[in-house]
């Protein structure tokens, strides 16, 4: 008789092998591994300043009449913040006109030098959260 054990060890491995690979294949916006490029934050900083991001929340990000940017749970996450940047919401307008290096930018910007965060944003990151 063969033995067919369903649920037994081997199965268990083959389906917690199957199910990491869905998770990995699924889109994540922002791995969050890899460095952010300072080239990229620096530019950020010019367009967070030209756009008028930094006439609502100040250029320290330290807020005005748009909510301090320093230690917001929104910018801890690659995906809100990109979102927030694109679509805006409340009394926040979009910016969708930008391109993917441009709210990159901005996001490492912000992510980077007013808040502490090491994992950098990529232009690949903003497409997909568009
Ligand atoms: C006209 C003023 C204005 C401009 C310009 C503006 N914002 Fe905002 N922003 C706001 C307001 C107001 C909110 C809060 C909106 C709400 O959720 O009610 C906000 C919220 C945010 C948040 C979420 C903060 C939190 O912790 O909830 C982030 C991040 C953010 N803005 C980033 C940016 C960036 C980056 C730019 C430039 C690309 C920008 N904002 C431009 C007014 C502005």
Known sequence: ????????????????????????????????TAPTDPTSAEAGQQIFETIGCSSCHGTKGEGITAPKLVGSLT?????TLLKRILYGGGDMPPFNNLTDEQVAAVANFVRSKINNYSAGVTAEDVTKAR
């Open 1 to 32: 008789m063969t033995n067919i054990t369903v649920g037994g060890t081997a199965f268990r491995r083959a389906i917690i092998v199957a199910m990491s690979a869905i998770a990995m294949s699924s889109t994540t916006i922002g791995a969050e």
């Open 75 to 79: 910018v801890s996450k690659v995906d």
